[in-house]
């Protein structure tokens, strides 16, 4: 099979580059003659068939027979500057539809290189992930890279600081019922309500009816003050 033919018909590797990385790092003990998923057995299964794909891509193993190639150990046998040498050459070779003359690969835009990955099939967050591998071997390997390609991995810091940021405005946000769940009472329990919070302030006074109105400074001070009096009433000695 071509890299040409290959680049058509084969996904580029999609696997956190660090996963690929680490596993063949795993290797140098002893390289086996062929690579199954036994040697995988802490990653998930599909973390597994991942791997597999940037193995394959990448010529780790043969695609047919599973064996380990002459690239792999070279790979895996090498450090520092000597393994950066073979991963640049391992990229030119296996992106060939990027190092072609009809692409400018360190001139280009972020458009025009996924496009160009758009080509081997990949779709949605796939695609995403198969360029991110890319640009992460090729910082690791010291290829030349459009200066351009730097917005995708800012795009994707902003997406990852907005989660945060969502997420983080959700927890603030958490009803005293939510809150309360986290340290163990059911979830489904109001804090109005008549239940085992009733009981359990009958046992310790000195903290008002929980009132939904009040404002979300005056609940985050009475959901503190409860957390305390929960805290005080797990060292109550147990009725035997």
């Known amino acids: ?52 794909v940037a193995l394959r891509y990448l010529g780790f193993m043969d695609p047919g027979t599973n064996a380990s190639t002459d690239t792999l150990r070279r790979f895996v046998q090498t450090e520092g500057t000597e393994r950066r040498q073979v991963l640049k050459e391992i990229l030119e070779s296996s992106y060939s539809f990027l190092f072609d003359a009809g692409f400018e690969i360190e001139n280009a835009t972020a458009r025009q290189l996924q496009e160009r990955f758009e080509q081997t099939g990949a779709t949605g967050d796939t695609l995403q992930k198969c360029i ?43 009803t005293p019922a939510q809150a309360i769940n986290d340290e163990g009472v059911p979830a489904k329990l109001d804090p109005a309500s008549p239940t085992f919070l009733d009981k359990l302030l009958e046992k310790l006074p000195g903290l008002p009816p929980f009132d939904p109105n009040w404002s979300k400074e005056a609940q985050e001070a009475w959901l503190n003050t409860y957390k305390e009096l929960l805290g005080e009433f797990k060292k109550l000695p147990k009725n035997e």
């Not at 996963?19 to 597994?48: E, N, W, Y």
């Not at 591998?133 to 030349?144: E, R, W």
Request: net charge positive; hydrophobic share 35%; proline share 6%.
């Open 132 to 174: 991110r591998f890319f640009l992460k071997a090729s910082t690791v390997a010291g290829l030349s890279l459009s200066p351009h390609f730097k917005r995708i991995h800012e795009s994707r810091s902003s997406a990852g600081r907005g989660r945060r940021k969502a997420n983080a405005i959700q927890e603030s946000q958490a």
């Open 1 to 52: 099979m071509t890299r040409e033919t290959k680049s058509k018909t084969m996904i580029p590797p999609y696997v956190p580059f660090k996963t690929l990385v680490t596993f063949l790092d795993g290797l140098k003990a002893a390289i086996p003659p062929v690579i199954d998923r036994s040697l995988m057995k802490s990653l998930s299964g599909g973390s597994q068939s991942e791997l597999l």
